[in-house]
C-alpha cells in the first residue's frame, strides 16, 4: 500500500505528529496538505522535543523526503525559521525538502486583516491565532493570492503585491483605521525569502505522482481535524482548509484513486482550542483541569490552554464517515490512568430528540447534551506499554468500547509522548 492519509478526528491536538513520526520509517516521502503554521506537531525524540509547524512531521528520520503541497498557505518568514531551527538541531534538508509552487503566500496585510477582523467581532469572535491563515485562503478562493511560483519572477512579483496592496491598504484604512503597507518594503523583504527558499521551490504534484508510480511510499500528514474542517466542521468556528482526508488529493495534485488507506488519530478523551461547541466539556472543577495538566494540553503553536472532555463518540463515528477511515490510533491513554470512571458520550439530546450525528448550525450543536456510558478505570501506569496484552483489563475493555461505539477497528495505541512508548497491532502499510 503505497499511499496512507493521516487525519485527525476531532478538534485537531490529537497527537498526529507522533503517529506520523512513527509510521516515517515505513515511508519514503511525508507531506502536509493543508493549513499553515497555525498547527504545530509536536515530536519527542529521545530527550529531545521538536514543534513542527510547516515542514512535514516524518523529516526528522534521516533519508526520508518532506514535501510542502499546494494546498498548505505559507509565511515565509515563519518557514524560515523552521528551516533554520531544525538545521540548527543537526536536521540536513538538502535535496529533503520540496515546497509546491503553486501553494499560497501569507503577506504582512493578511496578519493586520486577520487580527483586526477577531478584534472587531468581539463574541462573535472565532479563535484565530491571527497568523493571517484564514485571510490568504480568502484570498485564494477570491482568485487574487499570490503564490510561491510569483516570487520566481520579480517583475511579476512586483505587479502583483502592487494590485494586492492597492484594495488591501484601502480596506485596512477604511474598515480597521489601520496604517497600510508599503509596496517597496514588503517586495524586498519577500526578494530576501526567495533568495533562500529558491532551493526547496517544485513541482512536487510530479514529484509525488512519480515517486507512487515508482511504488514509493508516501505519507500524507494532515493538521487540524475532522472537526475544524471548513466544509465539514462546526462552521463558522473551523480552520480555512480541507482538514479531512479528501484535503489530501486537492492539496498536492495527487489524485483519489492513488490513495490506499486512511488512519485517523482520536485522543483518548476529547479536548478544543479557541470558540465553538464542545457537548462533553468539563469544567474545572469537574475534571477538566485535572485532565488539562496530566495531559498538558497546552498549544504547541500558541501556547493557549485546550479545553477538556470526555470522549466524544458521535464526533469520532461522524469522523470516521467522512474520513473514511480504515482504522483509528488512539493517543493518551496514559493521561486516563487515574481516573475511578471514564465516560464516554454515545449519543446527544436536543430538547426532546435524540441525535446520533452532528447538528450542521453551530448554534443548534451549543444545545446539545451529551448521554454517557461509565465504565469503570484501571487505577494503574499504562505509560510505555508496547504490547495490547499487557494493557490493565479496564483498560482495554475501554479501548475495544471505543473501537465499537464508533464503527472503526484500532491499529494504534500511544501509552506515551516518546516514539517508543506505542502499541502496534497494524502497521500503516501493511496490507
Not at 194 to 210: G, M, P, Q, S, W
Request: glycine share 12%; proline share 4%; charged share 25%.
Amino acid at each position: 500500500m503505497p499511499a496512507v492519509v493521516i487525519v485527525g478526528t476531532q478538534w485537531g491536538d490529537e497527537g498526529k505528529g507522533k503517529i506520523v513520526d512513527l509510521l516515517a520509517p515505513q515511508a519514503d516521502l511525508i507531506v502536509r496538505f493543508q493549513g499553515g503554521h497555525n498547527a504545530g506537531h509536536t515530536v519527542v525524540v529521545g530527550q529531545e522535543q521538536f514543534v513542527l509547524h510547516l515542514i512535514p512531521s516524518g523529516i526528522l528520520h534521516p533519508g526520508k523526503i518532506g514535501v510542502i503541497g499546494n494546498g498548505i498557505v505559507i509565511d515565509p518568514a515563519a518557514l524560515l525559521e523552521e528551516i533554520d531551527s531544525l538545521t540548527a538541531r543537526g536536521i540536513d534538508l538538502k535535496d529533503r525538502l520540496f515546497i509546491s509552487h503553486r501553494a499560497h503566500l501569507i503577506m504582512p496585510y493578511h496578519k493586520a486583516i486577520d487580527k483586526e477582523s477577531e478584534k472587531h467581532k468581539g463574541t462573535r469572535k472565532i479563535g484565530t491565532t491571527g497568523r493571517g491563515i484564514g485571510p490568504t485562503y480568502a484570498d485564494k478562493m477570491a482568485r487574487v493570492g499570490l503564490r510561491v511560483a510569483d516570487l520566481l519572477d520579480p517583475d511579476v512579483f512586483r505587479q502583483k503585491l502592487t494590485n494586492s496592496l492597492a484594495e488591501m491598504n484601502y480596506l485596512l484604512g477604511r474598515l480597521y483605521s489601520v496604517k497600510g503597507f508599503d509596496v517597496e518594503t514588503v517586495y524586498h523583504d519577500y526578494l530576501s525569502y526567495t533568495a533562500r527558499l529558491k532551493a526547496y521551490i517544485a513541482d512536487t504534484a510530479e514529484i509525488l505522482n512519480d515517486a507512487l508510480a515508482a511504488n514509493r511510499r508516501v505519507l500524507f500528514e494532515g493538521a487540524q481535524g475532522t472537526l475544524l474542517d471548513v466544509d465539514h466542521g462546526t462552521y463558522p468556528f473551523v480552520t480555512s482548509s480541507s482538514a479531512t482526508s479528501g484535503g489530501a488529493t486537492t492539496g498536492t495534485g495527487v489524485g483519489p484513486t492513488r490513495i490506499d488507506r486512511v488512519l485517523g488519530v482520536a485522543k483518548a478523551y476529547s479536548t478544543r482550542v479557541g470558540e465553538g461547541p464542545f457537548p462533553t466539556e468539563l469544567g474545572e472543577d469537574q475534571g477538566g483541569a485535572a485532565l488539562r495538566e496530566r495531559g498538558q494540553e497546552f498549544g504547541a503553536t500558541t501556547g493557549r490552554a485546550r479545553r477538556c472532555g470526555w470522549f466524544d463518540a458521535v464526533v469520532v463515528r461522524y469522523a470516521v464517515r467522512i474520513n473514511g477511515l480504515s482504522a483509528l490510533a488512539i493517543t493518551k491513554l496514559d493521561v486516563l490512568d487515574e481516573c475511578t470512571d471514564i465516560k464516554i458520550c454515545v449519543e446527544y439530546r436536543r430538547g426532546g430528540e435524540r441525535l446520533t450525528t452532528i447538528p450542521a448550525v453551530a448554534e443548534h450543536y451549543e444545545q446539545c447534551v451529551p448521554v454517557y456510558e461509565t465504565l469503570p478505570g484501571w487505577k494503574q501506569s499504562t505509560v510505555g506499554i508496547t504490547r495490547y496484552e499487557d494493557l490493565p483489563l479496564n483498560a482495554k475493555r475501554y479501548l475495544e468500547r471505543l473501537a465499537a461505539v464508533v464503527g472503526c477497528p484500532l491499529d494504534v495505541v500511544s501509552t506515551g509522548s516518546k516514539r517508543d512508548q506505542t502499541i502496534v497491532m497494524r502497521g500503516a502499510f501493511d496490507a
